[in-house]
């Protein structure tokens, strides 16, 4: 019954999945691509709460002219002009995955137990920390447009990385000496892993879709996020592979590797990316131009004819 069951309940979230598909809205821009204009700009007025969208419409008018000229997405998406869009969709799926999630989430009742926790309870902290990781979603949903992608991801990192460092500590002396944890410090790592899925769910899980679903344009929308899905994937199976070789080997120092990738990806969306808040997908290539070091990428013609 235990499998049966497992595999079950997840007709819910499918059936959810399905019922959101059904009731979300065409997207103004696709709707335009398509040669439904008048449906596209009735969405587009909706969306912003008034028919003064002229100047928006027409933009996206010209940005899907100009998407159907293009032949060869992925030839283009390698141009210098699309070489931020392009190191984002590698990059930000990579450390989506580097920040050990996948592993928490996969292998919660294998990593549990190995801290000394008994079979039941291990299953129990595994549900806990999927529960944690659904509900904190609703965060990054409330705050996204309030207070921007780079604040959520800058939170989310420096809190995933003060977690997974104090798990380590606790690890590393506890398990070192007493072979065991405390009940006392059991529940103060479970708290702590709980808080890392949280902060997770608020910042580079939901996020690092988002990001690059907002920063193609539309001539290479489709193979970015083609890119982006592909690179998740690859390392979604590279870090299951993995995952126990490591535990095994690096043991408490597992949570510091992943520790290390997460202040890496931290300080790259500190750096390297600029905030795409309420930036229209065609005015999306004036944030590369004015970023002090992408704009050192852009080609100078680019530039010019985007300024």
């Given at each position: 019954m ?7 309940l ?10 959101g ?13 398509r ?6 700009r ?13 100047a928006?419409?027409?933009?996206m ?7 159907k ?7 283009n998406?390698?141009q210098?002009?699309n ?34 926790f ?8 595994s549900?806990?920390?999927?529960a944690v990781?659904?509900?904190s979603t609703?965060?990054s ?10 604040a959520?991801?800058?939170s ?10 104090i798990?380590?500590?606790?690890l ?28 997770f769910g ?7 879709w988002?990001?690059?679903?907002e ?22 199976f ?11 080997h ?16 931290t ?6 990316l600029?905030?795409?808040k ?7 290539i ?10 050192r990428?852009m ?9």
């Amino acid at each position: 019954m235990g499998w049966r069951l497992s595999l079950g309940l997840a007709a819910l979230p499918a059936t959810l999945m399905t019922i959101g598909g059904i009731l979300v809205p065409e997207t103004p821009s696709s709707l335009i691509e398509r040669g439904l204009t008048e449906r596209g700009r009735k969405v587009l007025e909706r969306i912003r709460g008034t028919e003064n969208v002229s100047a928006e419409y027409q933009d996206m008018v010209e940005a899907s002219e100009f998407a159907k000229s293009i032949k060869h997405p992925f030839r283009n998406i390698l141009q210098r002009r699309n070489r931020p869009q392009l190191i984002m969709a590698i990059f930000m799926p990579t450390f989506q995955i580097l920040t050990g999630i996948n592993s928490i989430l996969f292998y919660a009742p294998v990593l549990f137990q190995s801290m000394g926790f008994a079979a039941n309870a291990s299953l129990y902290s595994s549900a806990l920390t999927g529960a944690v990781l659904a509900s904190s979603t609703l965060i990054s949903i409330a705050a996204v447009d309030r207070l921007g992608r780079r604040a959520l991801l800058i939170s989310g990192g420096i809190t995933m990385i003060t977690c997974q460092v104090i798990v380590a500590i606790i690890l590393g002396i506890k398990l070192g000496t007493a072979g065991e944890l405390s009940k006392g410090y059991s529940i103060i790592v479970v708290i702590v892993i709980c808080l890392f899925v949280l902060a997770f769910g608020w910042s580079w899980g939901p996020l690092g879709w988002t990001v690059p679903s907002e920063i193609f344009p539309l001539e290479t929308r489709s193979a970015g996020q083609s890119i982006t899905v592909a690179v998740n994937l690859l390392f979604t199976f590279i870090i299951a592979q993995s995952f126990l070789y490591l535990l095994c080997h690096l043991k408490f120092g597992i949570f510091l590797f992943f520790a290390g990738w997460v202040t890496v990806m931290t300080i790259f969306v500190l750096l390297f990316l600029p905030e795409t808040k309420n930036v229209p997908i065609e005015e999306m290539i004036l944030l590369w131009q004015k970023h002090w070091f992408w704009k050192r990428i852009m080609p100078q013609e680019s530039v010019i004819n985007g300024s």
